[in-house]
């Protein structure tokens, strides 16, 4: 047991500090680190997130597999209610508090120019309820950062229901995939759900189908297993190619001097879309999202494979205390790491510090130091949850 939770936490701190290395451009001066870390950003942003949900979805299983009535769902909401608003709270009043009540302190590079429609009385209450993406992009505009809590909110509203209705795992992939439709439906006739929502279900389900199957303690082991990095490479380089065939602007010179341009692949796809009564915006996003699910359940699946190899009880204390820690410290580091470092990186242009030497103090400094607060207010935060209401 202690082996699997450090498994986790292994896993977390990599989607945590993937998703800082992907917002550090933002609050890098020195351009040549920027521009390194730019060149990777989409990718780093993309499994930092999806890890994120593959997690969720494993351990949500892991800890509620047993939902046999309402009563279980309440409780359900109610555990995931207390974990996951108070602190979000918190960081929404901080958002409100930096990025448009005090933004007179924010560097230009930082001043939001959509201020007044993100901080709407009407765009806070629905964020307030955590609503931001179930209710977008009608009826409200998404905070950045702060949009992957709606997200996840939408999966835990879902899930216990999920489970209610699923006597096994065959049963629980039909209900999934038929969630999946009746919301797309849904979003199509009202335009609500968020796209995101759809980009990251088929993650958070195969977390779910994961722990279900018991995949870390049956298969994992199996040699053959190892495949899967392997695969998740392969559909990297296809989904690569898949963006160039999809983007207009692509072209080829073959040694015959004959073009290959993406209008072929185009011409297909609008083709097949006209046919089920479907726009080419629309049959295109399922195809990107298909592709980029399929790498993504890959990824997060390799890193299983890979956490469970690696992480043992031979593992250095000190090691496993760091990742431990880290894993800790990580959904509040989530929450809180914008508008801190944009506060930080505005005292460092108001000084007119040197670039290289604002980016050390970023590193040296600023980071370890939000992990080290976010970490006491993280265990603060489940002393108290712990004490009041379990």
């Not at 992907?22 to 060149?39: D, P, R």
């Not at 608003?85 to 508090?97: C, D, G, Q, R, S």
């Not at 950045?144 to 216990?160: A, D, E, K, N, S």
């Not at 894993?327 to 290289?356: C, E, K, N, Q």
Request: charged residues 10%; proline residues 3%.
């Amino acid at each position: 047991m202690k082996e699997k939770i450090l498994t986790f936490d292994f896993l977390r701190a990599i989607a945590i500090l993937a998703i800082l290395l992907t917002h550090s451009t933002a609050y890098l001066g020195y351009k040549y680190i920027k521009y390194t870390i730019l060149i990777f950003t989409p990718f780093f942003a993309k499994i930092g997130l999806s890890l994120f949900v593959f997690i969720s979805g494993y351990l949500i299983h892991y800890n509620n597999s047993k939902i046999s009535s309402i009563k279980d769902v309440l409780l359900f909401y109610k555990k995931r209610f207390l974990r996951i608003f108070p602190l979000y709270w918190v960081a929404l009043a901080v958002f409100t508090f930096v990025f448009y009540d005090y933004s007179g302190i924010l560097s230009s590079q930082f001043i939001i120019s959509n201020a007044n429609t993100l901080f709407s009385f009407r765009n806070l209450l629905i964020h307030i309820l955590g609503m931001q993406m179930l209710l977008a992009p009608t009826y409200s505009t998404p905070l950045f950062t702060l949009h992957f809590v709606g997200t996840i909110i939408i999966f835990y509203l879902i899930y216990p229901f999920l489970m209610l209705y699923s006597k096994n795992t065959s049963r629980f992939l039909l209900i999934s995939f038929l969630v999946f439709m009746v919301l797309a439906l849904i979003s199509g006739i009202f335009k609500i759900i968020h796209e995101n929502f759809f980009s990251y279900y088929p993650i958070f389900i195969a977390g779910i189908v994961l722990s279900r199957v018991n995949v870390s303690d049956r298969w994992v082991y199996n040699p053959y297993f190892a495949i899967i990095p392997t695969l998740f490479l392969l559909s990297v380089l296809l989904q690569d190619r898949l963006f160039l065939l999809l983007d207009p602007r692509f072209s080829i010179i073959t040694t015959s001097s004959e073009a290959i341009s993406s209008s072929l692949a185009i011409t297909v796809i609008k083709g097949f879309a006209a046919s089920i009564g479907l726009s080419y915006e629309v049959v295109r996003f399922a195809v990107m999202s298909i592709s980029s699910n399929v790498s993504m359940i890959l990824f997060c699946v390799a890193q299983l494979w890979i956490a469970n190899i690696c992480i043992n009880d031979k593992f250095s204390p000190m090691i496993s205390s760091i990742i431990t820690y880290v894993s800790t410290a990580s959904y509040t580091v989530y929450l809180f790491h914008r508008p801190v470092l944009a506060l930080w990186v505005s005292l460092a242009d108001r000084i007119h510090m040197l670039p290289f030497l604002q980016d050390c103090i970023t590193i040296i400094l600023i980071v370890p130091a939000l992990f080290i607060v976010s970490y006491y207010i993280q265990t603060k935060e489940s002393f108290l949850r712990k004490r009041f209401f379990d």
